[in-house]
């Protein structure tokens, strides 16, 4: 047993090998490697690596100590599985990757519906073999694994798959619906629909209600089957803020999900965002470094620290931010968007319309991006190109859902003061996310000396400082 003063701290479960020659069988692959890092993340006294940032590197031929220091670990666990018949064969190993010693391994040969079983056991052993400090709660948590159809379980790894793209969260809810008609007490599966539901409220995929109904509908449902679930405490935290306007009431949910699981970058990024929604941007940006440090190779939380240097107004540091994500992902469309706005805040106008374009081939056409590229023409004078582009939403909006909120700023932008309140109203009507989102835009702070666009706020219970 490797004794606690030997300081492994840190730990990452590199993606396991499917050694069955099927490639139908990588998703059980996956699948052990997802579960031994949802079972470790339980451990509040040892850091674990998100999945985001394991995952890239399946397949890919770098040394121990490489990747130990890319992510920050101290150990590692490698491992394969191989199914025959309808048995399943796991191996797992943990890896000191200071001198790349074994401190445990071990072969698991069970019946192929003890798989999840296997995997507690794996977590369990890692956690004694190193004899971190494991409290009765988390013993418990690891080894009390609720029984789940083989069949849901297939489909909510394969809806895991799915980028949070338009197409990418059609394709995954799909996978999540059919995961929970097959185990209708499948609490993971329940609490991605909801975060699935949110994220369409969120991107304007849905009319707000329907889509917060049902987001709400299905986080409610997995806390009910699993009161531990971070996703859907993360969920709910989101609703509370942009959709029931509860400000304060919402902060007790991302608190709830970062003490559930310490180690859920999700939830340190959610919080930290939200923190620097409600304009405490110091302590919003300590957290999502701490989302960073779980797992460092994800993009969207370099993103998100972008996005909250935008709103504090530190628009250097976010155009570093953005730039970042960029020499790794050329594609990546908010961090086009993100500097789009900054150069603009900085006078910086043509290079703000060359980014806010990227963005706009990047995300298909996202109606948001176009709502900022809009606001840019028209404030550098091209009115006549914001009023096509206004018009394209208009157009649009009789085939699919475009937010009042997003047309509403576009109109602010022209200085039609009339019909951005006209659409305003018509925001706060459906209560779409832009409402909230007035308080940390400089851009758009003037409206709150216009008495009508005061009132509309007052009426609504909603009294935060301007950012």
């Known amino acids: 047993m490797v004794e606690v003063d030997e300081t492994i701290d840190s730990i990452a479960v590199l993606p396991f090998e499917n050694l069955s020659g099927d490639p139908e069988q990588e998703y059980l692959a996956d699948g052990i490697t997802e579960s031994l890092i949802y079972d470790l993340s339980k451990i509040k006294s040892v850091k674990v690596i998100s999945r985001t940032s394991v995952m890239l590197y399946k397949d890919m031929n770098k040394s121990l100590k490489e990747i130990a220091n890319e992510l920050g670990v101290t150990a590692v666990v490698e491992g394969s599985m191989r199914c025959f018949g309808n048995k399943v064969e796991i191996s797992a190993k943990l890896i000191d990757t200071r001198d790349e ?127 531990t679930l971070t996703e859907a405490y993360i969920v709910l935290g989101w609703i509370m803020y942009e959709y029931d306007w509860k400000i304060v009431e919402a902060e007790t949910f991302f608190k709830k999900a970062v003490r559930n699981n310490p180690n859920s970058a999700d939830a340190h990024g959610g919080y930290g965002f939200y923190l620097g929604s409600v304009g405490r941007f110091d302590v919003g940006i300590l957290s999502v470094k701490k989302a960073q440090e779980l797992d460092p190779l994800n993009l969207s939380f370099i993103n998100t620290e972008g996005w909250l240097y935008d709103f504090s107004g530190q628009y250097e540091l976010g155009i570093n931010r953005f730039q970042k994500i960029l020499s790794s992902d050329s594609t990546w469309y908010t961090a086009y968007w993100g500097l789009g706005r900054a150069y603009y805040q900085k006078s910086m106008y043509e290079k703000s319309v060359h980014e806010l374009k990227e963005a706009l081939k990047f995300s298909g056409r996202q109606p948001k991006v176009i709502q900022d590229l809009a606001f840019v023409y028209s404030k550098i004078g091209d009115r006549d190109l914001a009023l096509n582009l206004l018009d394209e939403l208009k157009r649009r909006k009789k085939k699919e859902y475009i937010s009042p909120g997003t047309i509403a700023k576009i109109y602010m932008g022209l200085g039609e003061m009339d019909q951005a309140y006209l659409w305003m109203k018509k925001a706060f009507d459906e209560r779409v996310v832009e409402v909230m989102e007035f308080y940390k835009d400089k851009r758009y702070h003037s409206i709150f000396s216009d008495q009508r666009f005061v009132e509309l706020y007052e009426n609504a219970g909603l009294d935060l400082p301007l950012y």
Not at 137 to 165: C, D, F, V
Not at 182 to 210: E, G, R, V
């Open 101 to 227: 010693k074994n401190i445990w391994g071990k072969q698991y040969v069970r019946a192929m519906e003890d798989i999840l079983k296997i995997q507690n056991e794996i977590a369990y052993s890692i956690a004694t073999e190193v004899s971190w400090e494991i409290t009765l709660l988390e013993k418990e948590s690891i080894l009390k694994r609720q029984e789940i159809n083989p069949m849901a379980y297939e489909n909510y790894l394969e809806g895991l798959q799915y980028p949070a793209t338009q197409g990418g969260l059609k394709k995954g809810l799909e996978y999540m619906l059919t995961a929970v008609e097959h185990d209708p007490d499948f609490a993971q599966a329940y609490a991605m629909i909801a975060y699935n539901y949110y994220l369409q409220f969120n991107y304007h995929l849905l009319p707000p209600q329907k889509a917060i109904e049902k987001a709400r509908e299905n986080a409610n449902k997995a806390l009910g089957l699993d009161s």
